[in-house]
């Protein structure tokens, strides 16, 4: 096996296979490489059903899933740096980017960096706020709201404070189980 250079530069491993056509491990099952007078050229794979491209993006959100529960696990934990490091690198489909755009607001909240704090939770109810599902946007919202307004009131006091406690509680009654444990009072 040998390693070969992409269109896109990652390297992929060149399966040895006859001469003329060969596929690649690294790519995804639509390619091939093909050889011709030495040089080795990717071209598509013609025959690849859109199953196979359905279950690529099946185990890509499962990958991204899994890697969102081990970020929650350092938030309950109260690792907060361990959180944010996974956060930084944290790339999935625009549901968990949400959600993971709060876990940095939350997260800088608690390490009492408040002007960061700010800047996320805005960034999350200016960008992120219609990627959530509307069963989890009411609450998810307030709870935004209400912390944004709690961090700003630390940089200044004379902020005044949006809502209250009890009307957020309210709100998590109805929430849906995960995210009112997600985004616990």
Known sequence: ????????????????????VQRTAALSPSCLMLRSKGKSVIRPNLFTSYEEIAALKVI???RSAVRFHRVAQA?????????????????????????????????RHRQESYADAV???E???TRHL?????????YVEE???FFLSRAKAKLDSATPLYSS?????????????????????
């Open 123 to 125: 960034r999350f109810l």
């Open 60 to 62: 890509r959100n499962i």
């Open 75 to 107: 938030m309950e934990a109260r690792e907060y740096t361990i959180a944010l490091d996974r956060l930084n690198r944290f790339e999935g489909p625009p549901y968990f980017e949400a959600k993971a755009e709060l876990f940095r607001a939350m997260a």
């Open 165 to 185: 406690l009890e009307e957020l509680r309210k709100l998590s009654a109805s929430a849906p189980f995960l995210t009112r444990n997600e985004f616990a009072l």
């Open 130 to 138: 219609s990627d959530m599902p509307p069963k989890d946007r009411a």
């Open 119 to 121: 800047a996320h939770y």
């Open 143 to 145: 709870y935004a709201k």
């Open 1 to 20: 096996m040998r390693f070969i250079s992409a269109m896109n530069g990652d390297f992929v491993a060149q399966l040895s296979k006859p001469r003329f």
